[in-house]
């Protein structure tokens, strides 16, 4: 099962993003948003239209978090946001292959850095590292984790044998 809902962390960054985003489109449509909008079928409209629920508590913190947020920031104008929220899922898995490449050092013996994960990426004839998108990016994280249990296998055997 899927965890539902925004986490308590993402729950304080999704209702500031929503009441601003709420006041500039009803700024934008000339109304006041103390008396003519209805926040709560506004919020319901804007989630529905991204994620095709009407409430938060029907989503998924991981999967619907940051494209529920690029469109809010979309529609506030909010530049800093919209750059964050672009670019999350990419910045979300890189973070994950760092940490394999901290597992990987462990298991190598030496440090690896990003020119192991990009000879990787390479022989998987992905795009430019740096521009790879996050669909192609999980790729690598599951050639990764093949080459951690490699790894650790062969260690385990290598002990046994001693």
Request: net charge neutral.
């Amino acid at each position: 099962m899927k965890p539902r809902g925004f986490t308590r962390q993402q729950q304080p960054w999704y209702r500031s993003l929503l009441a601003q985003a709420f006041e500039v489109d009803c700024e934008r449509r000339g109304l006041n948003p103390n008396v003519d909008c209805l926040f709560d079928s506004w919020k319901e409209d804007q989630l529905e239209s991204v994620t095709g629920h009407r409430t938060s508590a029907e989503l998924n913190h991981n999967d619907d978090y940051d494209c529920v947020m690029l469109h809010l920031a979309q529609i506030a104008g909010d530049e800093n946001a919209i750059e964050h929220f672009s670019t999350n899922a990419e910045r979300t898995v890189r973070w994950r292959i760092a940490r394999q490449m901290e597992s990987l050092a462990k298991l190598e013996g030496y440090p690896v850095d990003w020119g192991y994960v990009r000879k990787i990426a390479d022989h998987m004839h992905l795009p430019e590292f740096d521009d790879c998108p996050a669909l192609l990016l999980r790729k690598l994280v599951i050639a990764l984790d093949k080459q951690i249990k490699r790894l650790w296998a062969r260690n385990k055997r290598f002990v046994q044998a001693s």
